[in-house]
């Protein structure tokens, strides 16, 4: 396998710039650049010389095979931050025979290949990498801890043991078994399906506090939507004016709120209208609002055509700056307690957020409850379904495998890895 080698750290000018090296070259690499090589997992500093040339004075760490990020012999150059030392080192690093300039995500892929991570911990390291707000690092590390992959195989192991129950007693279906396993074959099997319908139940919550919730202000034209979502904002976002249908295009703010990433959505005033134009901004409107994950109706007196508030919404008055009660953008009236009852309505919504965070855990999650409950189905039918019931734990299992990415994956690890920066 090749060594490869990129910069870990972000581009430019910093403090401190980290250059990582993987493969089985990366120690020699280290002795040629050092003279010599410190001690395994031991930080020291050397001078990175090449050519003759002295290049930076550096910290240097080297990691024994099957003890790296990689699971490779591997080593990392902590240097001075600045552009001209970065590239003088990556220059020396390529005149190496046998070193490449690493491809996105291919440190992560290796470390994947070698076992050191299942594909959930991947996906886990990249939402950690991506994650803007509190709820999103807590998650992703839960992730990246290999939650995921615990769980599956104790899964696993559950519907491996029923399945084996099962086929045992096709073996022997011409000699007396002496003890009935149905019992016990359903047991693990409703056992392990109902912590997979909880955790399903809990995978949409998950993944909106990956993605991020949207909720939508609503209301009529001049209802101060705009003004409160530039007050929500700390700017001018949207343009605000005292003409009645401004708002043509759905304009979005993301922002954080109690810990979780939120895009509010300003929505053109609905009405009835003839104007083609300002009828288009209100179906926009319309189908994002109904989309979104919570809407604030600021209210005004005047009817919303179109849509109602649905259970959890958050309705209240507009402009309290005229009206001396509600909410008002002008002069920042219930602003605070609006975000308090947006924050904590979302909240709620996640408090049964699980481990399943994407949409390819949830797909394979469903895969396994379909086949259980078609497994016990064919138990209850007796030994004549036997082995309809054990080949349908077995594409539960497979359904777990995949979930970690054991088996049926290698179409999605290009997708997966093409959004990693090199360097990880």
């Given at each position: 396998?090749?060594?490869?080698?990129?910069?870990?750290?972000?581009?430019?000018?910093?403090?401190v710039?980290?250059?990582?090296?993987?493969?089985?070259g990366?120690?020699?690499?280290i002795?040629?650049?050092?003279?010599?090589?410190?001690?395994?997992?031991?930080?020291s500093?050397?001078?990175?010389?090449?050519?003759?040339?002295?290049?930076?004075?550096?910290?240097?760490?080297?990691?024994?095979?099957?003890?790296?990020?990689?699971?490779?012999?591997?080593?990392?150059?902590?240097?001075?931050?600045?552009?001209?030392?970065?590239?003088?080192?990556?220059?020396?690093?390529?005149?190496?025979?046998?070193?490449?300039?690493?491809?996105?995500?291919e440190?992560?892929?290796?470390?994947?290949?070698n076992?050191?991570?299942?594909?959930?911990?991947?996906e886990?390291?990249?939402?950690?990498?991506?994650?803007e707000?509190?709820?999103?690092?807590?998650?992703?590390?839960r992730?990246?801890?290999?939650?995921?992959?615990?769980?599956?195989?104790?899964?696993?192991?559950?519907?491996?043991?029923?399945?084996?129950?099962?086929?045992?007693?096709?073996?022997?279906?011409?000699?007396?078994?002496?003890?009935?396993?149905?019992?016990?074959?359903?047991?693990?099997?409703?056992?392990?399906?109902?912590?997979?319908?909880?955790?399903?139940?809990?995978?949409?919550?998950?993944e909106?506090?990956?993605?991020?919730?949207?909720?939508?202000?609503?209301?009529?034209?001049?209802?101060?939507k705009?003004?409160?979502?530039?007050?929500?904002?700390?700017?001018?976002?949207?343009?605000?004016?005292?003409?009645?249908?401004?708002?043509?295009?759905?304009?979005?703010?993301?922002?954080?709120?109690?810990?979780?990433?939120?895009?509010?959505l300003?929505?053109?005033?609905?009405?009835?209208?003839?104007d083609?134009?300002?009828?288009?901004?209100?179906?926009?409107?319309?189908?994002?609002?109904?989309?979104?994950?919570?809407?604030?109706?600021?209210?005004?007196?005047?009817?919303?055509?179109?849509?109602?508030?649905?259970?959890?919404?958050?309705?209240?008055?507009?402009?309290?700056?005229?009206?001396?009660?509600?909410v008002?953008?002008?002069?920042?009236?219930?602003i605070?307690?609006?975000?308090?009852?947006?924050?904590?309505?979302?909240?709620?919504?996640?408090?049964?957020?699980?481990?399943?965070t994407?949409?390819?855990?949830?797909?394979?999650t469903?895969?396994?409850?379909?086949?259980?409950?078609?497994?016990?189905?064919?138990?209850?039918?007796?030994?004549?379904?036997?082995?309809?019931?054990?080949?349908?734990?077995?594409?539960?299992?497979?359904?777990?495998?995949?979930?970690v990415?054991?088996?049926?994956?290698?179409?999605?690890?290009?997708?997966?890895?093409?959004?990693?920066?090199?360097?990880?």
């Amino acid at each position: 396998m090749d060594t490869i080698y990129a910069l870990a750290s972000a581009r430019g000018k910093a403090g401190v710039a980290v250059l990582r090296l993987s493969g089985p070259g990366s120690h020699a690499a280290i002795r040629r650049l050092c003279g010599d090589m410190p001690a395994f997992r031991r930080a020291s500093l050397r001078r990175l010389v090449s050519e003759g040339l002295e290049l930076d004075t550096a910290l240097v760490l080297v990691f024994p095979e099957g003890e790296s990020f990689t699971g490779e012999a591997s080593a990392e150059l902590h240097l001075h931050g600045s552009i001209a030392v970065v590239q003088s080192v990556l220059r020396a690093l390529s005149a190496i025979e046998g070193l490449r300039l690493a491809e996105p995500g291919e440190f992560t892929r290796r470390a994947l290949e070698n076992g050191r991570l299942d594909l959930a911990q991947v996906e886990g390291l990249a939402d950690l990498i991506d994650a803007e707000t509190e709820a999103q690092r807590r998650q992703a590390l839960r992730v990246l801890s290999g939650a995921v992959g615990q769980r599956a195989e104790i899964w696993r192991k559950k519907l491996v043991r029923a399945a084996a129950l099962i086929e045992a007693t096709i073996d022997f279906a011409d000699e007396d078994v002496p003890v009935d396993v149905t019992p016990e074959v359903s047991d693990l099997t409703r056992a392990v399906l109902g912590d997979l319908k909880r955790e399903a139940a809990g995978a949409k919550a998950a993944e909106r506090i990956r993605d991020g919730f949207e909720v939508a202000i609503v209301g009529a034209p001049n209802a101060g939507k705009s003004t409160l979502l530039n007050a929500l904002a700390g700017r001018e976002a949207a343009i605000t004016s005292e003409f009645a249908g401004t708002t043509r295009d759905v304009i979005e703010v993301r922002m954080e709120l109690s810990g979780l990433a939120v895009t509010l959505l300003d929505t053109a005033g609905l009405r009835q209208t003839t104007d083609p134009v300002e009828q288009m901004g209100i179906d926009r409107a319309l189908l994002r609002a109904k989309a979104a994950d919570l809407r604030v109706f600021l209210q005004t007196g005047e009817d919303v055509p179109g849509i109602q508030p649905m259970t959890g919404d958050i309705v209240i008055s507009g402009k309290a700056d005229i009206t001396g009660s509600g909410v008002s953008g002008k002069t920042g009236q219930g602003i605070p307690e609006l975000l308090a009852a947006i924050g904590e309505t979302l909240q709620r919504r996640t408090a049964d957020a699980g481990i399943l965070t994407r949409e390819r855990h949830r797909l394979a999650t469903d895969r396994a409850i379909r086949a259980m409950e078609s497994a016990l189905t064919e138990v209850e039918k007796g030994s004549e379904r036997a082995e309809i019931a054990a080949a349908e734990l077995r594409v539960a299992v497979r359904a777990l495998e995949a979930l970690v990415g054991r088996v049926d994956v290698e179409d999605l690890l290009d997708e997966i890895f093409s959004s990693f920066c090199i360097g990880k």
